[in-house]
């Protein structure tokens, strides 16, 4: 039950896109379309984002993407707003019932 | 409206015990799997635990596999985590998460607040 690989930090000026990796194995990120992104402001809780790679829940701007190749999933950003300055964790089912996190991308809009 | 409150974090000296309850609202609780996932602070997310919607099956961490039980009363709409032998390193904001399907798979679509345990002598 490794953690995914997130970069520690990313960041863009208002309206750029901005694109975070999410790293695992064929075991977690590989092997399964049950990759989801999560939002969180400081001191709030997770918010659900971006779910089965690709799909966005309700009322998520279409500015937020998902994507995956091979064992790197990936979340891009695209028309960069101020209230998009957040963490943004990644998750992957992993088999065997169990769930995989990455550890976290600071993004910040300049 | 979905709303998941836990309850029950606090103070606990090493190798005690507590109780987290997560009381839940706004959908059949018994469709859908449960997870606990944790934050200590200044750190990133790590799911604890989860269990499927309408049966007793229980998945567990590496990390808390043998001192933590999670067990959910569909009745009641309440999941619960019951930590023993607690360490140091549990310290964390305890989430009760809801996933939009029976089975555990990561795709937490409503997160409780979080209630904070603090494992300190």
């Known amino acids: 039950q490794s953690a995914l690989t997130q970069p520690p930090s990313a960041s863009g000026s208002p309206g750029q896109s901005v694109t975070i990796s999410c790293t695992g194995t064929s075991s977690d990120v590989g092997g399964y379309n049950y990759v989801s992104w999560f939002q969180q402001h400081p001191g709030k809780a997770p918010k659900l984002m971006i779910y089965?790679?690709?799909k966005r829940p309700s009322g998520v701007p279409d500015r937020f993407s998902g994507s995956k190749s091979g064992n790197t999933a990936s979340l891009t950003v695209s028309g960069l707003q101020a209230e998009d300055e957040a963490d943004y964790y990644c998750s992957s089912y992993a088999g065997s019932n169990n769930v995989v996190f990455g550890g976290g991308t600071k993004l910040t809009v300049l | 409206e979905v709303q998941l409150v836990e309850s029950g974090g606090g103070l606990v000296q090493p190798g005690g015990s507590l109780t987290l309850s997560c009381a839940a609202s706004g959908f059949t609780s018994g469709n859908h799997a449960m997870s606990w996932v944790r934050q200590a602070p200044g750190k990133g997310l790590e799911w604890v635990s989860g269990?499927?919607?309408?049966?007793?099956?229980?998945y567990y961490a590496d990390a808390v596999k043998g001192r933590f039980t999670i067990s959910r009363d569909n009745s009641k709409n309440t999941l619960y985590l019951q930590m023993y032998s607690l360490r140091v390193e549990d310290t964390a904001v305890y989430y009760c998460?809801?996933?939009?399907?029976?089975?555990?798979?990561?795709?937490?679509?409503?997160w409780g607040q979080g209630t904070l345990v603090t494992v300190s002598s």
């Open positions: 998460a809801k996933e939009p399907y029976i089975g555990v798979a990561g795709s937490f679509d409503y």
């Open positions: 269990i499927r919607g309408s049966s007793s099956n229980t």
């Open positions: 089965e790679v690709t």
